[in-house]
């Protein structure tokens, strides 16, 4: 441990953990009231984007359907109409949105700052591997937000905003409805794609290594293929292959990450 950390006690460390939770709740604060200000514009052209035929993937994937015999369409005259049916909602969604997109868009200074209390508490060559592994966390967090949204969010919405059980029953999409979907899904992938961190700080304690993953290979893609048949229920292969590779590329990269050094898997 480090110096500093010998000569400090326990209530000087609370204070400090202190002095970084309030640097931590002002940040999340501030980027909150910016966010709620421009809170109706980030809807229009962010939020509510997978809610109409143009939205990039719906392109992409009818460009694609051009010219592949069996693609799904998914853009054309698509469009899902919201509707709020309780007098508070709006303003609910307008304030917690705006607290929950300041968490994700100020994650990397929060990390920060928790950086700066953790720090004087390892040795350099140990500051030097939590940095790395801070950094490629930060990075791989919102690498998942992306997939999220551009991804998995908008073929959950195209095919669940045109499942009918009866035709005489009409869907009408609430707000609130859209919403907790939508964050529920977008920080989904968000926490699904640090498994490769987790996976490397397991590997680091000698928890897990290389063989494991070798030895379980088979039963993480029928695992895989099971969770993207749960977020994709359209019944197509395409959009299956689509959810399914990116959570498979993140069980190999898991994989390399670890040592291979010790066999836990006999």
């Known amino acids: 441990m480090g110096e500093n950390l010998k000569e400090m006690s326990f209530w000087e460390h609370l204070d400090d953990l202190r002095a970084v939770l309030i640097k931590m709740a002002v940040v999340v604060t501030t980027a909150a009231v910016v966010l709620f200000i421009f809170m109706p514009d980030i809807f229009d052209r962010v939020i509510l984007a ?5 939205f990039v993937l719906y392109r992409w994937i009818d460009r694609l359907g051009a ?3 069996g693609m799904p369409q998914l853009g054309g005259d698509f469009h899902v109409d919201l509707i709020n049916i309780q007098l508070a909602s ?3 969604v307008h304030l917690s949105t705006s607290f929950w997109l300041a968490i ?4 990397p200074i929060l990390l920060y700052l928790l950086w700066t209390f953790i720090a004087p508490a390892l040795y350099q060559n140990e500051r030097r591997g939590v ?3 801070f950094l490629f966390g930060v990075a791989m967090f919102f690498l998942g937000v ?8 908008p073929i959950i919405l195209r095919f669940l905003a045109d499942y009918h059980v009866s035709a005489m029953v009409p869907n009408q999409v609430s707000l609130d409805s ?3 979907t939508f964050l529920m899904m977008v920080f989904f992938m968000g926490v699904v794609f640090e498994l490769p961190l ?3 700080l397991l590997g680091s304690i000698g928890v897990l290594d290389r063989s494991f993953f070798s030895k379980y290979r088979r039963h993480a893609i029928v695992a895989l293929v099971v969770l993207a048949a749960i977020i994709t229920p359209t019944g197509d292969l395409f959009t299956l292959a689509v959810v399914f590779l990116p959570l498979y590329l993140l069980y190999e990269v898991s994989a390399l990450l670890v040592p291979k050094n010790k066999d836990i898997s006999s």
Do not use: H, K
């Open 50 to 54: 997978p809610c109409n035929g143009d």
């Open 67 to 69: 010219l592949i015999p």
């Open 90 to 92: 709006q303003l609910y």
């Open 104 to 107: 994700v868009l100020s994650f």
């Open 131 to 133: 940095r790395r592994a």
């Open 146 to 153: 992306a997939v999220g949204y551009y991804l998995v969010f």
């Open 178 to 180: 859209y919403m907790d």
């Open 198 to 200: 987790l996976s490397w």
